[in-house]
């Protein structure tokens, strides 16, 4: 199983930006897909999901209201949209998938992407 992740960059506070995970392997009926993020010094945070069925979503505080995550079944890949970036969010971005038990876990992970790093500038 792999996940690909993609889609970070350098981008200017109040900007938008669109990460990418395409998912090979298996099938996930029955997984979430979740993107996480780990900043300098900071613990690894768990900043949204969605399940692959019904495509039910989770979003951290941090970035509810300005961000999007959403599936495509078809091409296996997962996106999150986020708007109105800040600094406080450059961080390494993966996302990862485990079974889904019916709550939005922050841990016990089975697969992980390879990170894609973002950057917002002030």
């Known amino acids: 199983v792999q996940l690909q992740a993609s889609g970070g960059g350098l981008v200017q506070a109040g900007g938008s930006l669109r990460l990418s995970c395409t998912a090979s392997?298996?099938?996930?009926?029955?997984?979430?897909m979740a993107w996480f993020r780990q900043a300098p010094g900071k613990e690894r945070e768990l900043v949204s999901g969605?399940?692959?069925?019904?495509?039910?979503?989770y979003y951290a505080d941090s970035v509810k209201g300005r961000s999007s995550i959403s599936r495509d079944i078809v091409k296996n890949t997962v996106y999150l949209q986020m708007s109105r970036l800040s600094p406080e969010d450059t961080a390494v971005y993966y996302c990862?998938?485990?079974?889904?038990?019916?709550?939005?876990?922050?841990?016990?992970?089975?697969?992980w992407g390879q990170g894609t790093l973002v950057t917002v500038s002030s």
């Open positions: 392997g298996r099938t996930f009926g029955g997984y979430i």
């Open positions: 990862a998938a485990t079974w889904f038990s019916g709550t939005w876990s922050a841990t016990d992970y089975d697969y």
């Open positions: 969605i399940t692959w069925n019904t495509g039910r979503t």
